[in-house]
């Protein structure tokens, strides 16, 4: 498929979705919201891809939504219908990706962004990275998840502020903050070797998580009874125990 706002590009395995409107700080407008999803959608349907990095080009990560679009749009499409039928398609289609989603964060990530960053599943961010909410220097409040997901990851009194690399790593919002000029070779070699793992597994992993979430202690062991179930009849199930007893390395195949 052709994207005209984002590079799509897959390589060992590993697909790299980058936001591609660098002019304008990789804001988003409808394409460009339209044209991840629909990229995630084709990590999902194609088995040669393990592992997906999702990064910006130029300075920014992203500057949220393209408010030139907002303003455009003026009252033809309410927000709240724009937000179910365009970030919360994307967000949805990335939370339930079975595939581990490594966010690359090169620059700043403010509004819709943040929350897309943080429905990843691993965020590295540049030491010269940052997330701001923005939302309130035009009014709104904060969506695109990010109501849900922000204060769990960082406590609610945190949740507010402009957050630059450092005290993200600290409040454990980014697994790691690498010099800007690493971060793409770092995160490719990270999204290379999980590309090279038991692929069902981590995908099984993500659905567990998010499930254990939303359910008390007991729940959360019954869903772990019925993945595990899915997991164990995997040939890398097979694979990884019989590496073990012939004291090899496993050859997984994400199957
Ligand atoms: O519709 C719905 O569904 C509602 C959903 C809302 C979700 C949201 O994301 S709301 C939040 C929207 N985002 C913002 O409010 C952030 C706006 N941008 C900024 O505050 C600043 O650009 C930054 C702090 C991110 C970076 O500042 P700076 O000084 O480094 O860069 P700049 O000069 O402001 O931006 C560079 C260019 O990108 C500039 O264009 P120009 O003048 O060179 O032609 C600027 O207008 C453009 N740009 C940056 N962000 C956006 C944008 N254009 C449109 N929309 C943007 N979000």
Request: glycine share 10%.
């Amino acid at each position: 498929m052709g994207y005209e706002t984002i590079l799509f590009d897959v390589k060992e395995s590993v697909a790299t979705v980058t936001l591609n409107r660098p002019n304008k700080l990789n804001a988003f407008n409808d394409q460009m919201i339209d044209e991840t999803t629909a990229a995630f959608k084709q990590c999902g349907r194609d088995k040669d891809i393990r592992c997906v990095v999702l990064t910006g080009n130029g300075r920014a990560f992203s500057s949220g939504q393209d408010l030139g679009a907002f303003t455009e749009r003026g009252d033809t499409v309410s927000i709240g219908e724009h937000l179910r039928h365009g970030y919360h398609k994307l967000l949805k289609q990335m939370v339930q990706l079975e595939k581990p989603i490594i966010c690359a964060i090169n620059g700043i990530a403010a509004g819709a962004a943040c929350g897309i960053a943080l429905a990843t599943d691993i965020r590295i961010a540049a030491d010269s990275a940052s997330f701001m909410l923005a939302f309130s220097k035009i009014g709104l409040i904060p969506d695109s998840g990010i109501n849900w997901l922000l204060p769990r990851i960082v406590g609610q009194a945190r949740a507010y502020e402009m957050i630059p690399a450092d005290k993200a790593l600290a409040w454990g919002m980014v697994n790691r903050v690498v010099p800007a000029g690493q971060l793409a070779e770092i995160a490719t070699a990270w999204a290379g070797s999980l590309a090279a793992g038991p692929t069902l597994a981590f995908g099984l992993t993500k659905r567990a998580m998010n499930q254990a979430w939303n359910t008390d202690l007991f729940g959360a062991l019954e869903a772990e009874a019925y993945i595990q179930e899915i997991a164990g009849r995997t040939y890398d199930n097979q694979e990884g125990v019989a590496a073990f007893l012939e004291k090899r390395p496993a050859q997984f195949k994400g199957m």
